[in-house]
């Protein structure tokens, strides 16, 4: 059996900073590339499409499923990238009797509404999908055995059946390294300190997050609070398959907090040197979660860039998050990590409830005035479905109101779907692009980024976040 996997084109839900996703955000799609090595493992085919690296559209797709012939299509999303997954699902469905199944965050969180709304898709698979996607895989010429597949969302006549779920996988070291043999590797870069743009993937050591925060639909998915890890030797095998055998020389860490366990991140950095591995990688952590010892050895092992999420730079903004950080925890990782010689990152969210213009200068004067913070990225708050701070908002929570209830309205640049006491959806908009031109155009800045980054990576990246600024239709 062939299975075909596909991610739909999402950089619309990045509006003008597209091109900017293009140079320096775009990740292979990592959970895809795990269903197709359990599916190859078990004896069958697959194949990943990435419409939007690749910049595929529906012919494109067509002529590849003739070529290919698959047994089963599977798409993946999240919900802002839903209505795109939806548009694909359709039009295949329009001309294809090959079946759909669908995963992603969107389908674990909706469950049985997603097929009951959208006839488009005969399956569906909720929270991890590698045993289940084989199981459904040799499943399809017998339907009757969907009953016994957990995590299997399926038609019976007029009815959608859930089935129960799967128990998390224990041990993560027993799936197989996602498979990027069949990917254009060469689409996906980033702008690496000193050395300009890389060739680039992404791995991930670990699953699950065991913090509370509001913006986080962690909790709706299943065993999400519970973090398990892979081994510091494992995630090594696969840094060295992807360096030595793959000549990929930046990995990012997709972890939600790369530094969690400690031990396991020293015992990492450990396995690189002792395999005399030569590679960049960076990754997002806590800034309660790191120490001067810890970001030495990570540098030491060739970790370039760290992206600490700030949120609010007001302290009773911060604490209604509960993120469980402290503004001195926040401005002393910054302090080490500049000091080790890393490039730190931090990030905004304006738009939360309770908000107001003077809270939002608050953090604007934070992170202006943080020592050690070489890059900014200011979001808008977008309530996810799942999470706490849509139910604050749905109910008025601290002033805030939700504008438009359309999941494709979820943009995080450019566009506000909530409005939140004195700042509207135009006065939030016009206020992410007043934060990052202030945070940019300081000289400091300017001269700082300047000396980390290649001249030629520095120009190009810069020309096209002031044309992303410019585009913003809204002020």
Not at 177 to 198: A, C, E, I, S
């Amino acid at each position: 059996m062939k299975c075909l996997l596909i991610s739909p084109p999402f950089g619309n839900v990045y509006g003008s900073f597209k091109s900017i996703l293009k140079y320096g955000f775009l990740n292979p799609p990592l959970g895809l590339c795990y269903l197709a090595a359990a599916v190859k493992r078990a004896g069958h085919q697959a194949l990943v499409l990435d419409c939007e690296a690749q910049g595929l559209n529906i012919t494109r797709i067509w002529e590849i499923i003739r070529r290919e012939q698959p047994g089963l299509i599977g798409i993946t999303a999240t919900s802002p990238e839903f209505h795109n997954a939806v548009a694909v699902a359709e039009a295949l469905k329009s001309r294809l009797a090959i079946p759909i199944v669908l995963g992603g965050t969107h389908v674990t969180i909706f469950r049985e509404a997603v097929l009951q709304e959208h006839p488009c898709f005969d399956f569906g698979v909720v929270s991890e999908g590698e045993e289940t996607l084989v199981e459904l895989l040799e499943s399809l010429t017998d339907p009757g055995n969907f009953p016994n597949i957990k995590n299997l969302i399926y038609r019976q006549d007029d009815a959608v059946i859930a089935n129960p779920l799967r128990p998390l996988i224990k041990n993560l070291d027993t799936l197989p390294f996602p498979d990027r043999t069949r990917l254009d590797n060469h689409l996906y870069f980033r702008n690496v300190p000193v050395v300009g743009y890389q060739t680039t993937t992404a791995f991930m050591s670990s699953r699950g997050c065991p913090f509370q925060c509001t913006y986080c639909a962690v909790d709706q998915l299943p065993g999400g609070r519970k973090i398990r890890y892979r081994s510091a030797k494992n995630v090594a095998d696969e840094i060295e398959y992807i360096v030595r055998g793959l000549k990929i020389p930046h990995i990012s860490c997709n972890d939600d907090v790369l530094t969690m366990n400690r031990e396991r991140v020293l015992a990492l950095c450990d396995e690189i040197h002792r395999r005399g591995l030569r590679f960049t990688w960076e990754g997002l952590s806590r800034a309660d979660r790191v120490d001067k010892e810890l970001l030495t050895a990570m540098k030491a092992a060739g970790f370039v860039r760290i992206s600490y999420g700030i949120e609010s730079g007001n302290p009773d903004i911060l604490n209604l998050t509960c993120k469980g950080e402290t503004h001195e925890q926040i401005i002393e990782a910054f302090r080490i990590t500049r000091e080790v010689g890393i490039v730190a990152r931090g990030s905004l969210i304006i738009g939360l409830p309770y908000e107001t213009r003077r809270t939002v200068e608050d953090s604007f004067r934070f992170v202006n005035h943080l020592h050690g913070i070489d890059q900014v990225v200011i979001n808008i708050l977008q309530p996810y479905p799942g999470t706490r701070v849509r139910e604050m908002i749905l109910q008025g929570e601290g002033g805030s109101r939700l504008v438009s209830g359309d999941l494709k309205e979820l943009r995080r640049f450019g566009n506000a779907s909530v409005a939140v006491n004195d700042l509207s959806v135009n006065r939030l908009i016009w206020l992410q692009k007043l934060g990052l031109l202030r945070f940019y155009l300081r000289p400091a800045t300017l001269w700082r980024n300047f000396k980390l980054y290649h001249p030629k990576a520095f120009l190009l990246d810069g020309l096209a976040f002031f044309r992303a600024l410019l585009s913003w239709g809204a002020t």
